[in-house]
């Protein structure tokens, strides 16, 4: 009975305040000691860092993102498994490109299943290699390409990248076929060659004298379009003070700003798309635009509005001859469209350049050119679509510096650089060309 009292009172000393202190309860005939308690102390702030200092990243974060970038470690590669590792007597792709600069070969030529190949002076030629197989291919790649590039190659089965060596640019284009992936690689000489030096005639200083307008250099694939479009620029660059943006799909040669302000974009890396970023350079300020390739409606479109409004563009497409050039033009429009197309083009356009290489008696190579120049009687004859009255005013226009391809084919035969055999074979009309070397024309 009487723990049961006890007990009772329980409740009620619960409810009496504490004092801070010592004090002691006693219950059931025990005694307990209850410590003092503190108010809790306040939370510590880390010491600010000093000014320009980043402070660390929180646990688990990224802490290389508050570092500079000259700091940063670069990506490890992942390591390459067995079935990616160079075969036993199988060069390394390092030494196939060394090769290739040393003698001068101006494509490399790789596939599984093939032996390597070159394009010598505009011929191929095999190299002295083993065929490649998978294993070698793909060490090959890794060499030449990021993880993330051979990614994208097995997602999409092409890819367009580019790689500098301090001897050349290397374009690089590799492709899927039916015995294996391939690697096509062109080398592109870090000096670019001057409009003299490339033998160019001098009507191409005034073309690139021009403050707007459309100019076009076209050719089939090899041709030195992206040579002569360079030495353009480079002219451009030393002689007019003008803020150049080029847009191509890679890079190929790379100006370094002299007179001119020069602005590279590549394609893929840079912008999404050709006529995305044209559009956006109207947007830019600049005074020539440099497009890699006029692949498409949209960008002939944006290419002619930005000649139209003040701008001078320079472009490249592939054809064989100048008048074509035109006629390819029209086909991607619509019946409809082609009249008010063929106005604006007649309206816009500085001059065409068609282009192909020979080979000369000295063993090199040498350009001949189809050059067509907007006087006012040939901006008639675009409009009306006249392309036979083209050709003839071409013919009897040297005085304005065109040019068609049998005269200057016939002007290097002339002049002992190529053979006779070669004239005819590079001739786009081959029996004009023979009344011309039998002096009949």
């Not at 993102?65 to 079935?83: G, I, L």
């Not at 030529?109 to 070159?118: A, I, Q």
């Not at 191929?124 to 793909?138: E, G, H, N, Q, S």
């Not at 004298?209 to 694939?221: E, I, Q």
Request: charged share 25%.
């Amino acid at each position: 009975m009487l723990l049961f009292l006890q007990w009772g009172r329980i409740p009620r000393l619960a409810q009496l305040p504490l004092r801070w202190g010592k004090s002691k309860i006693s219950s059931c005939g025990s005694t307990m000691t209850q410590s003092p308690q503190r108010p809790p102390a306040p939370p510590r702030r880390a010491p600010a860092p000093p000014p320009g200092r980043r402070p660390p990243a929180a646990p688990g974060g990224d802490v290389t993102q508050h570092m500079p970038a000259d700091r940063r470690a670069a990506p490890r590669p992942a390591a390459a498994s067995p079935s990616e590792q160079r075969s036993p007597g199988q060069p390394s792709c390092q030494e196939i490109i060394d090769l290739a600069n040393k003698e001068g070969y101006s494509d490399i030529h790789l596939g599984v299943g093939e032996e390597p190949r070159v394009r010598d002076r505009g011929e191929m030629a095999k190299l002295d290699f083993p065929v490649t197989d998978a294993p070698t291919f793909w060490s090959w790649m890794r060499e030449i390409c990021t993880e993330q590039e051979i990614q994208q190659f097995k997602d999409t089965k092409e890819l367009d990248t580019a790689k500098q060596y301090e001897f050349a640019r290397v374009r690089i284009n590799v492709f899927d076929s039916l015995t294996g992936p391939c690697i096509v690689m062109r080398l592109i000489p870090l000096k670019i060659l001057t409009m003299e030096q490339l033998r160019l005639p001098p009507v191409f200083r005034d073309i690139s004298d021009s403050h707007k307008g459309l100019v076009l250099v076209t050719g089939p694939t090899g041709s030195g379009k992206s040579t002569t479009m360079a030495a353009m620029i480079d002219y451009i660059n030393k002689e007019h003070a003008k803020h150049i943006i080029t847009i191509e799909d890679p890079v190929e040669f790379v100006h370094n700003s002299k007179k001119a302000l020069i602005k590279h974009r590549e394609v893929g890396t840079h912008t999404l798309l050709f006529d995305n970023a044209l559009k956006a350079a109207l947007r830019e300020d600049p005074d020539l635009i440099l497009v890699g390739e006029m692949r498409d409606k949209g960008t002939v479109n944006t290419a002619l509005k930005a000649a139209q409004t003040g701008h001078l563009v320079m472009g490249t497409l592939h054809t064989n001859s100048a008048v074509k050039t035109i006629e390819r033009i029209l086909n991607l429009y619509t019946a409809e469209e082609q009249h008010a197309t063929r106005i604006g083009l007649s309206e816009s356009l500085v001059a065409i350049i068609a282009q192909g290489l020979c080979r000369t008696t000295d063993g090199k190579r040498a350009a001949f050119h189809d050059i067509l120049i907007n006087t006012e009687t040939m901006k008639e004859y675009i409009a009306k679509g006249q392309y036979e009255e083209m050709h003839e005013l071409m013919m009897l226009s040297e005085f304005d510096g065109m040019l068609t391809m049998n005269q200057a084919l016939y002007g290097l035969y002339e002049e002992g650089r190529i053979t006779e055999e070669t004239a005819l074979e590079k001739s786009p009309t081959p029996n004009e060309m023979a009344q011309m070397l039998r002096g009949r024309v």
